[in-house]
């Protein structure tokens, strides 16, 4: 119960709730769209959260050298392909920002999927 006051309701995605709404249905109601919009953010959330452990590895590795050149190197090496992924990640979103901006006068325009009848 703890847990349903900071996470909320979660009900079955694939389900569609009349009361409320929620759940992904059809591809005439966009539902899809919405649920490939939760899928990228989801991508984005793992990836903060797998630089976020990387760092703490190569923290850990850093500690544990002895002042052994090749572990110092390797945890070197991880913090910066941990910053590099970390940034092209951000570099994506505002690349499609600016692209957005200048093509379609809208910053979120391709930041939002839609799908278009054929």
Not at 44 to 72: D, E, M, R
Request: hydrophobic share 50%; charged share 10%.
């Amino acid at each position: 119960m703890i847990l349903q006051s900071v996470f909320g309701n979660i009900g079955n995605p694939l389900t569609k709730d009349t009361v409320s709404g929620t759940g992904y249905g059809d591809l005439a109601s966009t539902d899809l769209v919405k649920f490939l919009n939760n899928v990228v953010a989801l991508i984005i959330v793992i990836a903060g959260i797998w630089t976020v452990f990387n760092f703490i590895s190569a923290g850990y590795i850093y500690l544990n050298s002895n002042n052994q050149p090749q572990k110092l190197t390797d945890a070197g090496n991880k913090i910066l392909q941990s910053v590099i992924g970390l940034a092209i990640v951000a570099a994506a979103y505002t690349i499609a920002g600016i692209l957005g901006f200048i093509l379609f006068k809208d910053a979120t325009k391709l930041l939002d999927f839609k799908l278009f009848e054929l």
